[in-house]
């Protein structure tokens, strides 16, 4: 009997996913070249960024948000697709957070940076969305960052890129 | 002797029906196309997958500020950073509204035109719609009967191939189709529920010019089935959704007839008094600027709606100061589109544990039935609606929680969500028009564009009911979470079926084409793009425009061959 693991690499190399492979061994980088030298986040943001979306989307028996590099990936978006606007108000974005956070929340451990995240996961969610408008907003961005991802689409979301037919009545 | 027999000019959703049905009957064709070629191998995308797309497959914003100020914004569904390159860049082709207005033209200059970047919906128009004028004494009576037409929808369909079903609605007459794709479960229990709440609306499946079931010619253009990808904005590998770089103009290649030639940007066509007949057609070269002249006995102008309109204008003589073919004044007159920004979605219950395989191109289509089985209408003509039910699935990370839980929460479809939008008819009105600027020219010293186009109350009033009847069919269907925002009209041109601007008649005085698309004024010039069309119906078009050429085709060769022209 084959592992899930096992058999989704079967998959990923039937449809020439390789890099994904090397996706699971914790080396993945979304692809194409996102900066590896941050261009738009000074090193703090860069800090933040990379912290919460670690702790959102963490690495199970897929590849994470750290696995797939979307800090870096984020950093390539503003730098490359981001007008000035944009840019400026992502740096204050992330300056909200990182204050409605405290910033000694880079210090703690991962289980305190989670708990932190969580309850203002919930304010976000439920009580004061508009005063975290900016936390929903990176956790879109963070989101739609790992989806897109080699691991993220294929492994996560088991996307298909040729499904060949149409099945309206999957029972799951 | 000419240089050819024909010059078809445009190469897309309708010009490459005029050039496969000419090339086919034998004439030596010339095809005219403005932009530069598409290399299916090196300009489609649609095998990119998505983690090797740029920056999620936006287009940077300074970009958009630059060089698609009007594309991006009218039609940014389909406008992406990979394919952006099959949309002009608004700075290189401006255009220009009267004050007070708007205009959406959303183009794509290139082979084959906008044929590889449509939406593919492929629904005939009805008997209705060819009376509506002459009933209600608006603008001028349809020269053509849906009878007329019927043998040319049977044979474009069997050749371009559509998927859809036999529903048997008079309204929207059944075609010749490949089999369709089937309704998802929630969308056939909203079928069951407003075709039993509301008797005379139906929910049937969307059709689209798709390939389900290639006939033997279709697999000798290498055509094959459709793969469920939705990837058709980016181009299509498997040429399984039709177009006339996969179809029409392979046909017109493979006849030896067909000259294809590119950056050839038409500025006028030329007229002998003499003998009443167009000689030719004048070009500038889109790259190197040069000017040239082409002679044939025989003009189709596929250029699009406002393109083939603009060439009219632009080609004055003594015996045509206003324009060519412009003896009625009608050319570029009662401009038309269809209005969307009316419609509703809301959660449909009870399939949180079915998802899909596969994506497909098309869901429902709700067939007009205002006007038709329900006659309490505050407005003439109607709408369809188009739209599908699906798993509302990842939500673009908007949900609470974070870790574990969130991250596989992904994998699940969620509860399903059904959303339809109305596509209506808007009505012919002169005053709606493009003209020449008066004093603005493009980088060819061609005169750009100058669009002065209003909605009507019809117009206004059909949507706002729209609106009321999208939200109150999901009500009878049980939704819950039902969301029928206030009516937001689209800017006129943003469903880029722009039509109506040399319109048929029965009368030159009033009309541009005679019922062949052939022009009152000069027997050798016919008009087949969207220009013909004398009202909108409510329907998609391209399928009508495809019909229509064929039939012009036919009936030129038959003057040619009778030497009338």
Same mark, same amino acid.
């Given at each position: ?34 900066? $590896? ?23 199970? @028996? ?36 990182? $204050? ?31 005063e975290y408008s900016a936390y929903r907003s990176l956790k879109g961005l963070i989101t739609q960052a790992y ?18 037919? %149409? ?6 | ?60 914003? @300074? ?16 406008? =992406? ?5 099959? %949309? ?40 209705? $719609? ?11 009576? %349809? ?44 969308? =056939? ?23 389900? @079931? ?57 007229? $002998? ?103 309490? =209408? ?48 808007q009505l012919p009105n002169p005053n709606n028009r493009v003209t020449l600027h008066p004093n603005r020219t493009?980088? %060819? ?69 005679? =019922? ?50």
């Open positions: 009997m084959k592992t899930r693991r096992e058999i989704l690499q079967g998959m990923i190399v039937s449809i020439g996913g390789s890099s994904l492979l090397a996706a699971c061994e914790g080396v993945a980088r979304i692809t194409p070249s996102p900066n $590896d030298s941050p261009q738009f986040y000074n090193p703090r943001e860069l800090a933040l960024v990379t912290k919460i979306s670690d702790l959102i989307i963490p690495r199970t @028996d897929t590849p994470g948000a750290t696995d797939v590099n979307v800090s870096g990936f984020l950093d390539s978006l503003m730098t490359e697709w981001a007008n000035a606007d944009t840019q400026q108000s992502h740096h204050r974005a992330i300056g909200v957070i990182g $204050d409605q956070l405290g910033w000694t929340f880079l210090e703690l451990d991962r289980r305190s940076a989670e708990g932190e995240l969580t309850s203002l996961d919930a304010l976000a969610y439920t009580e004061r969305p508009r989806f897109a991802s080699e691991a993220g689409k294929l492994l996560e979301q088991e996307w298909v890129a040729v499904p060949g037919r %149409w099945d309206p009545s999957v029972e799951i | 002797m000419t240089d050819f027999d024909a010059i078809v000019v445009g190469s897309g959703m309708s010009g490459g029906w005029s050039a496969k049905e000419l090339c086919e009957r034998g004439l030596k064709v010339l095809v005219l196309e403005r932009g530069p070629e598409i290399k299916p191998d090196r300009d489609y995308v649609d095998q990119l997958p998505p983690w090797e797309e740029k920056n999620l497959d936006r287009i940077s914003q @300074d970009e958009i500020d630059k060089h698609y100020f009007k594309q991006y914004p009218g039609v940014a569904y389909a406008v =992406k950073e990979s394919n952006k390159h099959f %949309w002009v860049k608004d700075d290189d082709h401006p255009y220009e509204t009267v004050e007070g207005t708007e205009y959406d033209w959303l183009r794509g200059y290139h082979t084959a035109g906008r044929s590889i970047m449509w939406s593919r919906q492929s629904y005939r128009m009805g008997p209705q $719609d060819f009376t509506a004028n002459k009933e209600e004494g608006v603008a001028v009576d %349809w020269p053509v009967r849906y009878d007329a037409i019927k043998p040319w929808y049977d044979y474009v369909e069997e050749f371009a191939g559509i998927a859809g079903n036999r529903d048997g609605l008079e309204q929207l007459p059944d075609g010749v189709y490949q089999p369709g794709f089937e309704l998802t479960d929630a969308e =056939k229990f909203f079928k069951a529920k407003i075709e039993s709440a509301f008797p005379g609306r139906n929910v049937i499946q969307a059709r689209v010019a798709h390939l389900t @079931d290639p006939t033997d010619e279709q697999r000798k253009l290498g055509r094959t089935n459709c793969q469920a990808r939705n990837r058709c904005h980016f181009g299509c590998a498997f040429k399984a959704y039709f177009s006339s770089l996969h179809a029409t103009l392979p046909a017109a290649e493979r006849t030896g007839n067909m000259t294809l030639l590119h950056n050839a940007i038409v500025q006028s066509l030329e007229y $002998d008094p003499e003998s009443n007949r167009l000689t030719g057609v004048r070009i500038v070269d889109a790259e190197t600027n040069e000017h040239r002249f082409y002679s044939s006995r025989l003009v189709f102008l596929n250029a699009s709606a406002i393109a083939s309109a603009m060439i009219l204008l632009q080609s004055k003589s003594r015996a045509f100061p206003n324009g060519l073919g412009n003896s009625s004044d009608q050319v570029g007159r009662n401009l038309m589109d269809h209005i969307s920004g009316a419609g509703a979605n809301g959660i449909i219950s009870g399939f949180e544990r079915q998802k899909v395989f596969g994506r497909r191109p098309g869901g429902i289509y709700i067939p007009r039935y205002a006007n038709i089985t329900e006659n309490d =209408k505050p407005y003439t003509r109607g709408f369809g609606y188009q739209g599908s039910a699906s798993p509302v699935g990842n939500a673009g990370g908007q949900m609470a929680g974070i870790g574990r839980a969130f991250k596989e929460a992904h994998k699940n479809p969620g509860p399903w969500r059904i959303s339809i939008g109305a596509f209506g008819e493009d980088k %060819w010293n061609n005169p750009i564009a100058l669009f002065n186009v209003n909605y009507g109350e019809n117009e206004h009033t059909m949507l706002q009911e729209a609106n009321k009847d999208a939200a109150a069919m999901l009500e009878a269907a049980g939704c819950t979470d039902i969301n029928s925002n206030s009516v937001s009209l689209t800017v006129p041109g943003n469903r880029i079926h722009e039509m109506g601007s040399a319109r048929m008649g029965n009368d030159p005085n009033d009309s541009v084409l005679n =019922k062949w698309c052939q022009s009152h004024d000069v027997p050798n010039l016919f008009v087949t793009d969207g220009s013909f069309m004398t009202s909108a119906a409510c329907q998609n078009p391209s399928i009508s425009y495809m019909a229509f050429t064929a039939r012009a085709c036919d009936y030129a060769m038959k003057l040619m061959q009778e030497n009338i022209i």
